[in-house]
């Protein structure tokens, strides 16, 4: 069995400050894990994705994660938000097996305060 | 290359109607799939396939029903439309049944 929780339903930043949004996930088997982002009236757009390579992640837009197994952690984080990256945020675990074996987070919304 | 293309956009149902929802992507994908979102609970998994002529049920498949006779189109109709199934609707394609996948922009679906 696996899930993944996202700890916040809604995260607020001022422009400029740093983002951390936060995901943990449990798995029986070494799992892939991802952030997408959805902007309002969107699909998912893929972020990044950790697959067992380099534990840090780094993804489109400035974004990166850090996959911390002792933690069962892998957190979103940026230095500086843009007024651009107000959107809703989902963190995704994959593990072995096709698509029955995807779970996807509820969503945290991001903030931007100009 | 317009990726996944999802029609309607928006679609009022009355309870009981039928209706079926468009899916076509464009980049020869074999895999796609549909999944319904409603607030407080993410993406839910609601039937996928694995290239042309193959389908299987996700985690909600009652209600719904899928075919697949070309790569490039993955329909999803509702047989007799009920309040519940009211939800927006994304469908995805990926070159393997691993992540990452393409989304359309989704159909948002009220059903009366």
């Known amino acids: 069995a696996q899930s993944v929780t996202q700890l916040d339903s809604h995260v607020s930043v001022s422009e400029g400050t740093p983002v951390l949004l936060r995901c943990n996930y449990s798995s029986s088997y070494s799992p892939s894990l991802f952030w997408y982002v959805q902007h309002p009236n969107k699909g998912l757009q893929l972020l990044l994705k950790y697959t067992s390579a380099a534990t840090l992640v780094k993804g489109i837009n400035g974004f990166e994660a850090e996959f911390k197994k002792s933690e069962t952690s892998f957190h979103l984080t940026k230095p500086s938000a843009h007024m651009s990256d107000a959107a809703e945020y989902f963190c995704v675990v994959r593990g072995s097996g096709g698509y029955q074996k995807v779970t996807f987070g509820t969503g945290t919304k991001l903030q931007v305060i100009p | 290359n317009a990726g996944v293309t999802q029609t309607p956009k928006f679609q009022v149902l009355k309870t009981g109607q039928s209706m079926t929802l468009q899916c076509a992507q464009d980049m020869n994908h074999e895999y796609m799939s549909w999944y319904r979102q409603d607030p407080g609970m993410g993406l839910r998994l609601i039937h996928y396939?694995?290239?042309?002529?193959?389908?299987d049920q996700g985690e909600v498949p009652n209600g719904y029903n899928v075919s697949r006779s070309t790569t490039e189109d993955f329909p999803l109709r509702l047989l007799s439309a009920a309040p519940s199934q009211t939800s927006v609707y994304f469908c995805a394609s990926g070159v393997q049944d691993n992540q990452p996948q393409h989304f359309g922009d989704g159909t948002r679906l009220s059903i009366l």
């Open positions: 396939s694995v290239g042309a002529g193959i389908t």
